[in-house]
């Protein structure tokens, strides 16, 4: 089992910033990627970016160039900075952990970008 408690949501200004955070604890061994995806009111959720194990990392086209996921290895931590935010950046964002076949996810953390 992995757990995941994700930190760092809160209500911003349009192009102001965030960073979230996801720590990482439990059977963290073996992790094969990391990630965050979100979900809007009334849509599906997402994919927003992804670190897999190699440091290879993919991003959705409408966050790429303001949105950066890193990883910290030595605290178990996953970030997500997120600058030039927009209105439509408004969701639920959800922590991700994908090991052996099996998808572990955070309860979310709400960022509200104002216009």
């Given at each position: 089992?992995?757990?995941?408690?994700?930190?760092?949501?809160?209500?911003?200004?349009?192009?102001?910033?965030?960073?979230?955070?996801?720590?990482?604890?439990?059977?963290?061994?073996?992790i094969n990627a990391m990630?965050?995806?979100?979900?809007?009111?009334?849509?599906?959720?997402?994919?927003?970016?992804?670190?897999?194990?190699?440091?290879?990392?993919?991003?959705?086209?409408?966050?790429?160039?303001?949105?950066?996921?890193?990883?910290?290895?030595?605290?178990?931590?996953?970030?997500?900075?997120?600058?030039?935010?927009?209105?439509?950046?408004?969701?639920?964002?959800?922590?991700n952990a994908f090991k052996?076949?099996?998808?572990?996810?955070?309860?979310?953390?709400?960022?509200?970008?104002?216009?």
């Amino acid at each position: 089992q992995v757990q995941l408690v994700e930190s760092g949501g809160g209500l911003v200004q349009a192009g102001g910033s965030l960073r979230l955070s996801c720590a990482a604890s439990g059977s963290i061994f073996s992790i094969n990627a990391m990630g965050w995806y979100r979900q809007a009111p009334g849509k599906q959720r997402e994919l927003v970016a992804t670190s897999r194990s190699s440091s290879s990392t993919n991003y959705a086209d409408s966050v790429k160039g303001r949105f950066t996921i890193s990883r910290d290895n030595a605290k178990n931590t996953v970030y997500l900075q997120m600058n030039n935010l927009k209105p439509e950046d408004t969701a639920v964002y959800y922590c991700n952990a994908f090991k052996h076949g099996i998808n572990y996810w955070g309860k979310g953390t709400l960022v509200t970008v104002s216009s």
